[in-house]
């Protein structure tokens, strides 16, 4: 299974893959494949973290916006995860890290046959109000490092209880490094899609590009990926 992590600049994505590989290497064959814009600092800094063997992670470097390499050309990740595959068959997980990105990026059905997308909240409690596809449609939410709230003077569960109604049912999962207790949450969450996948129950869905908006000329555009290509006013 290809599960797909996206979401905000330094909302702890990197920091989320490694602890899934901490919770789930022993019992499950994975490999790793980042996404950076100019650097390959997250497959380094996931190797450092001594989570997986070092050649199980491979960077991507897109040179471009993070939503082109994981939705409209996936072929250089698509030749990162086969090449893991080729190398380390039989994969049991591959986790496809995105570069961070503002909250437009969502992964490609073609590439991600699950998708987590996160927020944190120290990007403001207001953020999971704003919707956008990943947030709205994501297989799930994650609101990461809860220990801040109180920092930051967000009210997390509030934060939650917005992000599930913008999500109609979609599920939604508080997380924290210092909270043991979510990051096996997270990974009982990864185990069960992982099931759900292998038994044709859960299949791939496209939680879609932009929603169709209007700029400040009056042109009206509906991103539909790869042929669409306009300039923001
Ligand atoms: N307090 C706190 N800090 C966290 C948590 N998770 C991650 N961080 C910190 O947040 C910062 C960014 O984490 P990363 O995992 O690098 O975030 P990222 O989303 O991968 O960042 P980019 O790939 O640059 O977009 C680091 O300093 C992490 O240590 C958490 O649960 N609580
Ligand atoms: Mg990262």
Known sequence: MRLGVAGPVGTGK?????????????????????????????????????????????????????????????????????????????????????????????????????????????GGGDVARKGGPGIERADLLVVNKTDLAPHVGVDAAQMVADATRARDGLPVLALSQHDRASLGALAGWVRQVLVDHRSGVHVPRDPGPMAPHTHADGTTHAHGGAGDVHEHA
């Open 14 to 122: 990197s920091t989320l893959i490694a602890s899934l590989c901490r919770e789930l290497a022993a019992e499950l064959s994975m490999a790793v494949v980042t996404n950076d814009i100019y650097t390959d600092e997250d497959a380094r800094l996931l190797r450092a973290a001594g989570v997986l063997p070092v050649e199980r992670i491979h960077a991507v470097e897109t040179g471009a916006c993070p939503h082109t390499a994981i939705r409209d050309d996936v072929t250089p990740n698509l030749i990162a995860v086969e090449d893991l595959e080729a190398e380390f068959a039989p994969l049991d997980l591959v986790v496809v890290e995105s570069g961070g990105d503002n909250l437009t990026a969502t992964f490609s059905p073609a590439l991600a046959d699950a998708q987590i997308f996160c927020l944190d909240v120290a």
